[in-house]
């Protein structure tokens, strides 16, 4: 019997919790078995698993009873970031990789069928979780960049697969591979010099009164109700007050960037930059204040730190 432990996060509402992902192999009869509250597309990664390790020229169990375990158990975990963690314990428990060198790691990525990593959302969210900790995190390309930008962070960006195994092989394993191109310590990218150019209440012509009431609630912090018959301006000037914010603190700009990044719409081109939501009227409640099965965030809570556009609301 082996067994092996990989560590990993979900995403849970606003926060990355811990997961540990525990792979036993047993005599029996040949069977993959996945259990810990996982989604649909957590429990498709035994295919998906199976064809990256064959497909990389490793060495799959076929001949063992295979368990896989994430745990907690009763904290849901969905998409394919467990993939790369499930396939690191099969290698691990098998013998192919060491598996007490994986202790003080964290991983997440989902395989293609051909090995390759592909990015994960809540990447932020996960380094940010592992601030003061000397736990190393090791993402695909797209995710590894974004993680970087938690301060103090030891991100690893791995290309493939196989990228990953070389730098777990036992000690009297196959000497390293010459091509570690697709392993790279990531380090904090490039921030743009200037935060992108808001729409400017100057480009206004008159309106000195809804201008003046603007200009109150940026500086207080207060909600602004615009109403008046149609084609008088009011979304035009609502969509200025974002540029009259002051500029985002370092703070106020991972929480905000983690907060898009759980909703898979962080764009790094557009760090620092105050979020402006303008939801469409006829979004659902669960659209605007967050939930569903995952839960997730809703455009109340990506707007933090920015501003909250509600056009055509209806007030009764």
């Not at 490793?58 to 745990?71: C, E, G, K, S």
């Not at 960006?157 to 000497?175: C, E, I, N, S, Y």
Request: aromatic share 4%; net charge negative.
């Amino acid at each position: 019997m082996s067994l092996s432990l990989v560590r990993s996060r979900a995403l849970r509402g606003l926060e990355a919790a811990a997961v540990s992902v525990e792979v036993h192999l047993a005599p029996g009869l040949p069977s993959f078995t996945l259990v810990g509250l996982a989604e649909t597309e957590v429990k498709e990664a035994r295919e998906r698993v199976r064809a990256a390790l064959l497909h990389s020229g490793l060495v799959f169990p076929h001949d063992r009873r295979i368990t896989v375990n994430l745990a907690p158990a009763d904290l849901p975990k969905d998409s394919g970031r467990f993939d790369l963690p499930m396939a690191l314990g099969l290698l691990a428990a098998s013998g192919q990789i060491d598996g007490a060198a994986l202790a003080t790691y964290e991983f997440a990525g989902e395989l293609s069928l051909s090995g390759e990593l592909r990015p994960v959302r809540g990447a932020l969210a996960m380094a940010l979780a592992l601030r003061g900790q000397a736990t190393r995190l090791v993402l695909p390309p797209g995710s590894a960049e974004e993680a970087a930008l938690a301060p103090d962070a030891e991100i690893y960006r791995a290309t493939h697969l196989l990228d990953v195994v070389r730098q777990f092989l036992p000690a009297d394993g196959a000497p390293p591979h010459d091509d570690d191109s697709g392993w790279t310590r990531q380090t904090r990218p490039a921030l743009p010099h200037a935060v992108p150019a808001a729409p400017d209440l100057a480009e206004v012509k008159g309106q000195a009164g809804p201008k003046r009431a603007l200009e109150i609630a940026a500086a207080g912090g207060h909600s602004l109700l615009l109403s008046g018959p149609p084609g008088t301006g009011k979304s035009m000037l609502a969509e200025r007050l974002a540029g009259l914010l002051p500029p985002m603190s370092t703070d106020e700009a991972l929480e905000s960037a983690a907060l898009l990044s759980l909703a898979g719409r962080f764009a790094l081109e557009r760090w620092g930059q105050r979020p402006t939501l303008r939801p469409h009227h006829t979004a659902s409640a669960v659209a605007l204040v967050g939930g569903g099965v995952p839960p997730k965030p809703g455009e109340i809570s990506l707007a933090h730190h920015g501003v909250l556009f509600l056009d055509e609301l209806e007030v009764t």
